[in-house]
C-alpha cells in the first residue's frame, strides 16, 4: 500500500542542525511531487516547501527560506528536508506528504498521503 | 502570500445536524486556463496526520462519505457536513495550492454540542 514514513526528528539544540527523512513505498515515488508540512504544539498546519518530481524545482515558505532545503534521491525513494540553524519556534511534527499532481509534471496539487510525521524538539 | 481565514474558530453541532465551515483566500484561486478552484479541504483528528477531504473545492476523495460537501469559487468556500457523526469530530482545515508557499487556514475545530 502507498506508505510515507519520517524520520530524523529528536531534540536539538538551538542554532544546530538537523535532516529529516522521508521514505516512501507503494507508488512511483520518482514521478511524484514531494512536500512538506509542519504542525507546532497545539498549533495549526503550516505548509513549508515543494519538489518537483526530478528535484529541479522546489519553492518554500518564507519562515523557512534559506535555512532548510528540501531535496530528494529517487534512487532511494527517499525525500529529504535538511534543516539548518534551528530555532524554538521550528519545534513541531513534521509531515511528508505525497503531491496529487499527475506524474512527471512541474504542476502541484493538493496532498493526497501523508505520512504519521516525526517530531523535532529545539531547545536548549 | 495568499493569506486563507476560516470562520467560525469552532463550532458544536448536535449528532445529525448540519455543520458549515467557511473559508476565504485572499486572492482568487480560481484558474483561468482550466477553470479550477486550486482549494483543498482536510481532516485531521487528535493524534494523527492529516487527511484529505476534497480537492478541487468540490471534489470528494475517494472514501469520503458524502456527508461531507465542498462549494464555493474564487475566494469563498465552504465545506459542509450534511449530518454530524461522532467520528466528524476533528479540526477542518481549507489549504490553497494556487501558487506557492501553498498556504492553509487557521482551521475550524468541529465538536458534538
Known amino acids: 500500500q502507498v506508505q510515507l514514513v519520517e524520520s530524523g526528528g529528536g531534540v536539538v539544540q538551538p542554532g544546530r542542525s538537523l535532516r529529516l527523512s522521508c521514505a516512501a513505498s507503494?507508488?512511483?515515488?520518482?514521478?511524484?511531487?514531494m512536500q512538506w508540512v509542519r504542525q507546532a504544539p497545539g498549533k495549526g498546519l503550516e505548509w513549508l516547501t515543494v519538489?518537483?518530481?526530478?528535484?529541479?524545482?522546489?519553492y518554500y515558505a518564507g519562515s523557512v527560506k534559506g535555512r532548510f532545503t528540501i531535496s530528494r534521491d529517487n534512487s532511494k525513494n527517499t525525500l529529504y528536508l535538511q534543516m539548518n540553524s534551528l530555532r524554538a519556534e521550528d519545534t513541531a511534527v513534521y509531515y511528508c506528504?505525497?503531491?496529487?499532481?499527475?506524474?512527471?509534471?512541474?504542476?502541484?496539487?493538493?496532498?493526497?498521503?501523508w505520512g504519521k510525521g516525526t517530531t523535532v524538539t529545539v531547545s536548549s | 502570500d495568499i493569506v486563507m481565514t476560516q470562520s467560525p474558530d469552532s463550532l458544536a453541532v448536535s449528532l445529525g445536524e448540519r455543520a458549515t465551515i467557511n473559508c476565504k483566500s485572499s486572492q482568487s484561486v480560481l484558474y483561468s486556463y482550466d477553470n479550477k478552484n486550486y482549494l483543498a479541504w482536510y481532516q485531521q483528528k487528535p493524534g494523527q496526520p492529516p487527511k484529505l477531504l476534497i480537492y478541487w473545492a468540490s471534489t470528494r476523495e475517494s472514501g469520503v462519505p458524502d456527508r461531507f460537501s465542498g462549494s464555493g469559487s474564487g475566494t469563498d468556500f465552504t465545506l459542509t457536513i450534511s449530518s454530524l457523526q461522532a467520528e466528524d469530530v476533528a479540526v477542518y482545515y481549507c489549504?490553497?495550492?494556487?501558487?506557492?508557499?501553498?498556504?492553509f487556514g487557521p482551521g475550524t475545530k468541529v465538536d458534538i454540542k
Open positions: 519538489i518537483s518530481y526530478d528535484g529541479s524545482v522546489k
Open positions: 506528504a505525497k503531491d496529487a499532481a499527475p506524474s512527471n509534471s512541474y504542476h502541484y496539487y493538493y496532498m493526497d498521503v
Open positions: 507503494g507508488f512511483t515515488f520518482s514521478g511524484c511531487g
Open positions: 489549504q490553497q495550492y494556487y501558487i506557492a508557499p501553498f498556504t
